[in-house]
């Protein structure tokens, strides 16, 4: 093995290992933003009293798929997540060696 592709697994391993750290940090540790999301349920999901709304989805304003997806990614649970980006890294790790 080359010394560029020992020095490309390491940024590689780095980047991976980054990257699970910072969704880690944003779905579960920080909890100012599980107050956020919190408040985001409470407010536009439930009909304060707990139980769900038949209206959730339904505004003054059309949003675009985008906006919508923008302010709903967060309601995804993070063993989702985690569960879609080792897809895509084992994906991307099984091309790069040669076995897909």
């Given amino acids: 093995m080359n010394f560029r592709q020992r020095v490309a697994w390491i940024f590689t391993l780095l980047y991976l290992t980054m990257s699970c750290f910072l969704i880690y940090y944003i779905f579960d ?3 100012h933003f599980k107050k956020l999301a919190l408040d ?4 536009y999901h439930t009909d304060h009293k707990g139980t769900a709304r038949p209206d959730v989805g339904v505004k003054d304003t059309q949003f675009t798929f985008l906006q919508s997806l923008k302010n709903h990614i967060t309601d995804i649970p993070l063993s989702l997540w985690f569960v879609v980006i080792f897809i895509i890294y084992s994906a991307s790790v099984l091309y790069v060696v040669g076995l897909y």
């Fill in 29 to 31: 540790v920080n909890e």
């Fill in 40 to 43: 985001h349920v409470y407010q």
